[in-house]
Nanobody
Framework: QVELVESGGGSVEAGGSLRLSCVVSSVTYSRNCMGWFRQAPGKEREGVAAIYNDGGSTYVADSVKGRFTISQDIAKNTLYLQMNNLQPEDTAMYYC??????????????WGQGTQVTVSS
């Protein structure tokens, strides 16, 4: 079973930065991609960013493009999400995921436990 452990969440003021980390088990080697999702109270879980194992190409949602950057450290089996210029609308529970499709929520995704990000105005 794939295991993903997230960390790095917290509370910041608007305009601040935060870096999320996700340590993944080696079994994720067989997966096509890994991604970050977020879910705010009363809203559906949405894809934020994704990175693909074959070549390391990335995807970032329009809502966070120019502010968020997804990256990975293969040697450390760690996925990152650098979040800059955070805004109140970014407040949500952020989840790390791995699977074959990482831009939208699908039944085949493996999920981390989530880490809370709160941005005050």
């Amino acid at each position: 079973q794939v295991e993903l452990v997230e960390s790095g969440g917290g509370s910041v003021e608007a305009g601040g930065s935060l870096r999320l980390s996700c340590v993944v088990s080696s079994v994720t080697y067989s997966r096509n991609c890994m991604g970050w999702f977020r879910q705010a109270p009363g809203k559906e879980r949405e894809g934020v960013a994704a990175i693909y194992n074959d070549g390391g190409s990335t995807y970032v949602a329009d809502s966070v493009k120019g502010r968020f950057t997804i990256s990975q450290d293969i040697a450390k089996n760690t996925l990152y999400l650098q979040m800059n210029n955070l805004q109140p609308e970014d407040t949500a529970m952020y989840y790390c995921a791995a699977g074959n499709r990482c831009r939208t929520v699908t039944a085949g995704l493996y999920w981390g436990q989530g880490t809370q990000v709160t941005v005050s105005s």
